[in-house]
């Protein structure tokens, strides 16, 4: 079993829509989540953090649910640019001491829609 | 502020040929690690420095792959002798404070790496 897992997609909604992505986690002593946005051809860029009291930025709204491992990412009123492939992050507690391997689901694609 | 730059951007090898991957982190970064993405597979950890030291080294999938950070500024990658399935994109990440796990990690555009 894959430690972080995505819908691959596609995705593919009309500007103005709102759109969520769910993740799954299986090592249950991760200690730190993160959503990374990634554009076609470029690097990793990171978006939000996610926190268990949950956390908004923008439009953006991130979500951990650590009772049922499970990490989530709303999109409202999607724009044109924010077509890419989102990332669902963690760092695996217990990878190693000082350790901060990121480790990465192998992402939700998005096409926003004109 | 300059990013984390990698070089070179794309490289194309032979198989058994050797390939040296160079990643210099954002300026007072102690913290530099890199990963691969393999076509069709997620992106994987490879290995963390600490400054000079190797803090994790854990992804490294053999020995035919050797990182070092001397000096603790920027770091190399060499692939020795190149095989098929070396082939993909290899990310070089930086961070800036030690003793932080979720520090952010900010990454090079990466070097896409073709074995034939």
């Known amino acids: 079993r894959k430690e972080v897992e995505q819908d691959p997609g596609p995705f593919n909604v009309p500007e103005g829509a709102t759109v969520a992505f769910n993740c799954t986690y299986s090592?249950?002593?991760?200690?730190?989540f993160f959503w990374y946005r990634q554009d076609c051809r470029k690097e990793p860029k990171l978006l939000m953090s996610v926190y268990s009291s949950g956390n908004e930025d923008g439009r953006f709204t991130a979500q951990l649910n650590r009772a049922s491992q499970y990490i989530s990412l709303l999109i409202r009123d999607s724009k044109l640019s924010d077509s890419a492939t989102y990332l669902c992050?963690?760092?695996?507690?217990?990878?190693?001491?000082?350790?901060?391997?990121?480790?990465f689901g192998k992402g939700t694609k998005l096409s926003v829609i004109p | 502020e300059a990013g984390v730059t990698q070089f070179p951007s794309h490289s194309v090898i032979e198989k058994g040929q050797t390939v040296t991957l160079r990643c210099d982190p954002i300026s007072g970064h102690d913290n530099l690690y890199w990963y691969r993405r393999v076509m069709g597979k997620e992106i994987k950890f490879l290995l963390h420095f600490v400054k000079e030291s190797k803090q994790d080294e854990s992804g490294m999938p053999n020995n035919r792959f050797l990182a070092e950070r001397t000096g603790g500024t920027y770091s190399t990658l060499k692939v020795q002798p190149a095989e098929l399935e070396d082939s993909g994109v290899y990310f070089c990440?930086?961070?800036?404070?030690?003793?932080?796990?979720?520090?952010?990690?900010?990454f090079g555009p990466g070097t896409r790496l073709t074995v034939l």
């Open positions: 992050v963690s760092i695996p507690r217990g990878s190693g001491a000082g350790s901060y391997q990121l480790t």
């Open positions: 090592n249950s002593a991760s200690q730190s």
């Open positions: 990440a930086s961070s800036q404070i030690a003793g932080v796990p979720a520090d952010t990690q900010y």
